[in-house]
């Protein structure tokens, strides 16, 4: 077992040391060399039959289309912003309703990142608000890292309550325990947002600056936290949706009237633009957002609609497996190889066609971009898209390896060995568990599916509270957006940032810490007083 867990933990150390070492690798040449280095382990180690790797190593280029037309769509989306004068647009109107950068950093950075995360997830969150960030005239690299910084506290509610009631699903658990899981993850959330934000935006401004906006710091701060945490104790799908719209018109109006914020020289005064010119450059983002909420929400009904999964049409492939295209649209490669290995790619409800692709298509005309230029902003944003996927493509071999083996998977190993090395004390590291889990997968809802049940074995078997080592490992997937391999490829590719991954890591991983930090404080004192453990 000891061996195993070397080999298992030793891939992941030594990515992270080619990302953030001197003369660092980008992330496009160090992922492929660890999945192929994890592979080997697979073979010579824990005998995996090639069947099994070829089948995951399939499955991760049909999984790969997920994350790689999410962010072709949102670098699509950007130029065409660019292009068309919506995001110098916004720029000057952001700037007049209050010059400020602290304002600004939280209006977008925060508030409205909140709002989307709630919708979207996937990423989006950074995706839309960092180059709107970048179009107000701050440095890319440091808005990437902010962005990364900032889109945590909403995380665990993201997609409309994924990571808690779908990445908890293959648990078992009741409503009841779900609902406190969500209530104590929200709780906890809460008590980081205090010093978060600050966190992220010390990235940007100095301390100085922080101090003399720190009544409006604060204020939008909790106009996004409270309703989230009060949503929470009866529902699990819209604190983060509910709770960033809130914190985004309360942001706004108290930015608007000056509330809590220094006064700043407003070097756009000059430049003011019209209301039908701010709502002509408002159109394409609005229209994000309707086309996120209306499609996430499932009473409306679209959600089913999307992700239906009946079969519509069928075709074996040959050795490689059935190919399947449901009636909505997701197409799905079947039992690969003859394994019981699947994937499926979801066209209508990953947010890639939908909001972003159909969204550009709609606002050209609107705009006027000639076809010259449309087809400039399509052919820029193919080319932009070529790294971040070779990137990505060694991302997903190395998760889908790592997860092989079921009870026996590299993961498994290395979440159980760091259960009983700690013990009755996992309630001080639950949540670095969650955030190994984000690191590798990209995701939170991927961290709860992967060690949710390793964190329930250890639980009952150090009789700690079931629900709240559950809630730590969903804060700890959050957390673990910060330092995200995936969320740091889509970043940087948007705000077109080249070779930084590992400069990043070295910043966000400290916000990550002190994140786990305060979640361990949370769980030892204050959760206690507030429930019945």
């Known amino acids: 077992m000891t061996l195993s867990f070397i080999l298992s933990v030793f891939p992941i150390i030594l990515l992270i040391y080619l990302m953030v070492k001197r003369n660092a690798l980008p992330s496009y040449v160090a992922l492929p060399w660890i999945a192929t280095l994890v592979m080997g382990v697979h073979l010579l180690h824990f005998n995996t039959d090639i069947v099994t790797i070829s089948a995951n190593v399939t499955a991760a280029i049909v999984a790969v289309q997920t994350p790689i037309t999410v962010i072709f769509g949102a670098i699509l989306f950007n130029k065409f912003s660019e292009v068309s004068g919506a995001t110098d647009t916004m720029r000057k109107w952001l700037g007049n309703i209050n010059p400020n950068p602290v304002a600004q950093l939280m209006i977008i950075g925060w508030a409205f990142a909140f709002m989307i995360e709630g919708a979207s997830g996937f990423g989006t969150p950074a995706a839309i608000a960092a180059p709107i960030l970048m179009g107000l005239g701050f440095n890319p690299l440091k808005v990437a890292m902010l962005a990364l910084v900032m889109n945590s506290v909403p995380v665990s509610f993201g997609a409309v309550g994924t990571p808690t009631w779908f990445g908890f699903g293959p648990l078992k658990l009741d409503s009841k325990s779900i609902l406190e899981i969500g209530s104590m993850t929200a709780f906890i959330h809460s008590i980081a947002a205090l010093v978060i934000p600050l966190m992220a935006l010390r990235i940007m401004v100095t301390w100085k600056e922080i101090r003399q906006n720190i009544v409006f710091i604060y204020i939008s701060v909790f106009s996004c936290v409270i309703p989230y945490f009060l949503i929470a104790q009866f529902n699990y799908e819209f604190p983060s949706l509910v709770g960033g719209a809130i914190g985004l018109f309360i942001s706004v109006f108290v930015a608007n009237k000056g509330i809590g914020l220094a006064k700043v020289e407003n070097k756009l005064d000059n430049n003011a633009v019209s209301a039908g010119q701010v709502a002509k450059a408002l159109l394409p983002t609005g229209l994000l957002i309707l086309f996120l909420i209306v499609t996430r929400i499932p009473e409306l ?216 930090i305060i979640a361990a404080l949370c769980a030892s004192f204050l959760i206690p007083l507030f429930y019945a453990l």
Request: overall charge positive; glycine content about 10%; proline content about 2%.
């Open 301 to 516: 009904g679209l959600k089913g609609l999307m992700n239906n999964k009946d079969v519509w049409f069928s075709t074996a492939l040959g050795s490689l497996g059935t190919f399947e295209v449901s009636k909505g649209l997701i197409f799905s490669l079947k039992n690969i190889f003859g394994s019981e290995v699947s994937e499926s790619y979801k066209l209508l409800y990953v947010p890639a066609l939908i909001p972003f692709v159909i969204t550009v298509l709609i606002s050209l005309p609107l705009f006027g971009v000639n076809f010259s230029r449309t087809k400039g902003i399509f052919s820029t944003s193919l080319s932009q898209v070529k790294n971040p996927f070779i990137a990505l493509m060694g991302a997903l071999v190395m998760v889908n390896l790592m997860l092989v083996g079921g009870e026996h998977s590299m993961v498994k190993i290395i979440g159980r060995t760091f259960a009983e090395v700690t013990g009755s004390d996992w309630t001080i590291f639950s949540s670095f568990l969650g955030a190994v889990g984000a690191f590798f997968s990209g995701s939170n809802t991927v961290s709860n599916l992967t060690f949710g049940s390793v964190q329930l074995s250890t639980a009952e078997t150090t009789g700690l509270s079931v629900t709240l080592i559950l809630a730590l490992q969903s804060v700890g997937g959050a957390m673990g957006n910060m330092v995200c391999i995936n969320n740091i490829v889509a970043v940087s590719s948007v705000l077109n940032i080249q070779n930084k991954e590992g400069t990043i890591i070295k910043t966000t991983i400290v916000p990550m810490v002190v994140y786990g």
